[in-house]
């Protein structure tokens, strides 16, 4: 049986009394679907008191329900790092940030990085591999990256996909490529087609085998298209 669909929300503060901030406005949300929260570590501005960030998150937020993601430039994030210098960082803060799901940038080429997370996570720690494609991408291609990143991933493990959507054809191919890789691949899928026309694949995703959508806010949101949070609540359809 499928699990009921999630509802994301990242906090993207730069700093202790925005992340209070936006805590205050989440505590305020009366949802009607399960919340993830998705902690994005590239907006903070000062990493020596990224524990006391923390300590402040874990006053509200569980454990089991909280994301944490390190967003590169190239990825469509705030943080211009290296491939190494990303890894290097994650690979530091995840014995020290206790998490559900680290979000993790795939690449074809990082079996040593993904063993050594693994060694470092034990067996209680789960993972988020993401791709994020900023040109948009066909059926053929969206769907091959989800078969490549599944034999990263272990079962239990989400493979996420986010791609850039010009027009309603490229949502299609997001969708198609999720409801195909939702009948081939063990792992729960994340898909969206980011944009103002991949929006409505944040509402008809569970439709296709994607089982977390991410909703905005703040006024602007962690990615293009997001819908605001309780909207989205209201009416995404699974
Ligand atoms: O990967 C994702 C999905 C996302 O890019 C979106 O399009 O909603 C938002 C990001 O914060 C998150 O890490």
């Known amino acids: 049986m499928r699990n009921p669909s999630k509802i994301a929300v990242s906090l993207t503060a730069t700093n202790s009394s ?9 505590a305020q949300a009366q949802l009607r679907h399960p919340l993830l929260v998705e ?19 874990r006053q509200q937020i569980l454990p089991q329900q909280l994301i944490i993601t390190l967003r590169t430039k190239v990825a469509g994030g705030q943080l211009n790092l290296t491939t190494t210098a990303y890894q290097e960082r994650l ?14 940038q795939w690449l074809p080429t990082m079996t ?13 720690q789960r993972f988020i591999w993401s791709c994020h494609g900023l040109v ?25 996909l986010a791609v850039v959507s010009r027009n309603n054809a490229d949502t299609l191919a997001l969708l198609t490529a999720t409801w195909q ?6 792992q729960p899928l994340i898909t969206m087609a980011m944009g103002a026309s991949g929006q409505s694949s944040r ?26 949070l309780h909207q989205l609540d209201q009416i995404l359809l699974d």
């Open 91 to 104: 690979l530091q803060w995840l014995p020290q940030l206790s998490a559900a799901y680290w979000d993790v």
């Open 136 to 160: 948009a991408k066909s059926y053929l291609q969206n769907l091959t990256i989800l078969r490549k990143m599944a034999t990263t991933a272990a079962p239990t493990d989400y493979l996420k």
């Open 112 to 124: 040593e990085f993904s063993q050594q997370l693994r060694q470092l996570a034990g067996n209680r």
């Open 203 to 228: 509402i008809i995703g569970p439709l296709f085998g994607s089982q977390v959508s991410f909703g905005a806010l703040t006024a602007t949101g962690s990615a293009p298209g997001q819908l605001p």
């Open 18 to 26: 925005e992340l209070s901030q936006q805590l205050a406005k989440l």
């Open 39 to 57: 902690w994005r570590l590239d907006y903070w501005q000062n990493w020596s008191n990224l524990l006391r960030g923390y300590q402040l998150l």
């Open 181 to 186: 890789a939702y009948h081939e691949l063990s």
